[in-house]
């Protein structure tokens, strides 16, 4: 049984996907897991290095927490401000963008 020039072994993938654009380089399956692994290992240590208590003072009470947790609070409330400001401004793009294609379809 002799190899044929355009089968491919089972187990391998091929080399260009249904796009016509060739398949990422193998390195690259690696990129994404090594990246999450440093990411989890930074806020290991972020949170092993940040466990004093601080006083946080609110307005008619105040509350001791371990500072990684405030700095954990602060960082996820910001960037669901800006993923919220984010989606507002898409948003409302899409709907100027849909208004604007209606005035020119009735000005036709």
Do not use: C
């Not at 999450?36 to 004093?52: D, K, P, S, T």
Request: aromatic content about 12%; cysteine-free; overall charge positive.
């Amino acid at each position: 049984m002799g190899y044929v020039e355009d089968e491919q072994p089972k187990d391998s993938a091929p080399s260009v996907n249904f796009s016509g654009r060739p398949e990422p380089l193998e390195w690259r399956k690696y990129v994404k897991p090594t990246l999450w692994g440093l990411l989890a290992l930074y806020a290991v240590i972020f949170v092993l290095l940040n466990r004093e208590p601080v006083t946080v003072k609110f307005v008619f009470f105040e509350a001791q927490i371990a500072t990684f947790w405030l700095l954990l609070f602060a960082m996820v409330l910001g960037a669901g401000l800006s993923e919220g400001v984010r989606l507002l401004v898409r948003r409302r793009r899409r709907h100027e963008e849909r208004r604007e294609r209606e005035r020119r379809e009735k000005g036709e």
